[in-house]
T-cell receptor
Framework: DQQVKQNSPSLSVQEGRISILNCDYT??????FLWYKKYPAEGPTFLISISSIKDKNEDGRFTVFLNKSAKHLSLHIVPSQPGDSAVYFCAASANYGGSQGNLIFGKGTKLSVKP | NAGVTQTPKFRILKIGQSMTLQCTQDMNHNYMYWYRQDPGMGLKLIYY???????DKGEVPNGYNVSRSTTEDFPLRLELAAPSQTSVYFCASSRTGGYGYTFGSGTRLTVV
């Protein structure tokens, strides 16, 4: 059973507009969430993260929102640029008795930003 | 900064052959991981290690083995390659578990 779900395999937006990538999770023990970005033929690279004690974290054009009651997080990219075209993975981990567990990844969403 | 280095980048294996995927990191990270990525399936954890001499199974360990004799190196061994092991393999490391991982650039393996 998938614990981290990215239900949209792909998303296409126009350059300059907002991109919103969504992620849902089922494990209520998750307390740390991350977004990774992956270009073809490269490894995933860390983009932004959020702890469960926050509901928003911002870094330049990237903002992650966390809605714990809905077990939902989203990544907003404003404004979107063609260089943002990549696969975005949502990931989460849980704290088990003081030890942080391994990251669990979603299946990814392929973002295409059209000039 | 090298970060996490994986070799080889590409490999074609015949069914039943064996090979070792190499992974080394120069960040003195205690935690290391092996993931596989199948098309449209995200990243699945094969094995991980929390320090030299300590390894543990992840979600999909069957058909693989690992060892961690040093902090820097975490090789992944395929003993009897099967077509189901055709995938892209990523090695990653982190200072502590469950937080930001640094990934290598991957090894694309095809078993025919």
């Amino acid at each position: 059973d998938q614990q981290v779900k990215q239900n949209s395999p792909s998303l296409s937006v126009q350059e300059g507009r907002i991109s919103i990538l969504n992620c849902d999770y089922t494990n209520s023990m998750f307390d740390y969430f991350l977004w990774y970005k992956k270009y073809p033929a490269e490894g995933p690279t860390f983009l932004i993260s959020i702890s469960s004690i926050k509901d928003k974290n911002e870094d330049g054009r990237f903002t992650v929102f966390l809605n714990k009651s809905a077990k939902h997080l989203s990544l907003h990219i404003v404004p979107s640029q063609p260089g943002d075209s990549a696969v975005y993975f949502c990931a989460a981990s849980a704290n088990y008795g003081g030890s942080q567990g391994n990251l669990i990844f979603g299946k990814g969403t392929k973002l295409s930003v059209k000039p | 900064n090298a970060g996490v280095t994986q070799t080889p980048k590409f490999r074609i294996l015949k069914i039943g052959q064996s090979m070792t995927l190499q992974c080394t990191q120069d960040m003195n990270h205690n935690y290391m991981y092996w993931y596989r990525q199948d098309p449209g399936m995200g990243l699945k954890l094969i094995y991980y290690s929390v320090g030299a001499g300590i390894t543990d199974k992840g979600e999909v360990p069957n058909g693989y083995n690992v060892s961690r004799s040093t902090t820097e190196d975490f090789p992944l061994r395929l003993e009897l390659a099967a077509p189901s092991q055709t995938s892209v393999y990523f090695c990653a490391s982190s200072r502590t578990g469950g937080y930001g991982y640094t990934f290598g650039s991957g090894t694309r393996l095809t078993v025919v």
